[in-house]
């Protein structure tokens, strides 16, 4: 089942309530929530109070990936206001396991995310435990970056290795998927899909929405 994650990075905040729901209308299931410190990353974004106040605007799941330093500082004020899944950075836990298992204690999914530059295999003793993954396809900091081409590589890799041991992990892809990319990263193996520029960027984000979601469904059927 592919899934649609709008990325409200790219959405206009002046209208957040009514964007987000224009994008589930259009199909999106989750809300994608970035998070970022300015030292992790070099930009600065949403924090727990935002969080919360969409929490009151939609019902969808709420998926906050947390490109901070010392994530495990806020992961429970980010589950108190509001989030359903949240994601770490392998590159910001030196103590990995323990990250993901304090996300799982506030009754959140626990995500694990990789920077382009980091191999798959650096996740093999977390893969059991965690719910989801996620493959940043350009460098986190910045929306509206172009896709690179070797994070389909990893797709392929994640999803061999959910085969070949069994486990249940979905596979998320962030960064550069658009019209151009989406059949692509599907073929790969990604089941969810953050978007942001290409919801939210022009246009109406139902449209869009729906748009991104019907090459994705059409890219499955084909063979590869």
């Known amino acids: 089942m592919i899934e649609l994650a709008p990325s409200i990075l790219s959405a206009d905040f ?35 109070q935002l969080v919360k106040s969409l929490r009151k605007a939609t019902k969808l799941p709420l998926d906050c990936h947390l490109m901070i330093e010392n994530p495990d500082r806020y992961i429970p004020a980010f589950a108190d206001s509001g989030a359903d899944w949240i994601s770490v950075h392998h ?49 986190p900091g ?3 970056q172009p896709f690179i081409p070797n994070s389909l590589h990893k797709l392929r890799k994640l999803r061999e290795l959910r085969e070949q041991r069994n486990l249940n992990y979905k596979i998320e892809v962030d960064g550069g998927v658009g019209l151009d990319t989406v059949a692509r990263v599907v073929q790969a193996g990604a089941e969810i899909l953050v978007a942001g520029n290409a919801v939210f960027s022009h246009g109406d984000p139902m449209t869009n929405a729906q748009t ?4 994705a469904l059409e890219a499955t059927l084909q063979k590869v």
């Open 14 to 48: 002046a209208h957040l309530a009514d964007q987000v729901s224009r994008a589930a209308e259009g199909g999106g299931t989750i809300i994608h929530v970035d998070v970022m410190d300015g030292h992790f990353v070099p930009n600065i974004t949403l924090g727990p």
């Open 212 to 215: 991104l979601l019907k090459v």
């Open 142 to 144: 910045f929306g509206a």
């Open 91 to 139: 590159e910001a836990c030196p103590h990995l396991d323990r990250t993901l298992n304090l996300i799982k204690n506030h009754d959140c999914h626990a995500g694990v995310v990789i920077n382009p530059a980091t191999p798959v295999e650096l996740l093999s003793e977390v893969l059991d435990i965690v719910d989801y993954v996620l493959v940043m396809s350009v460098n």
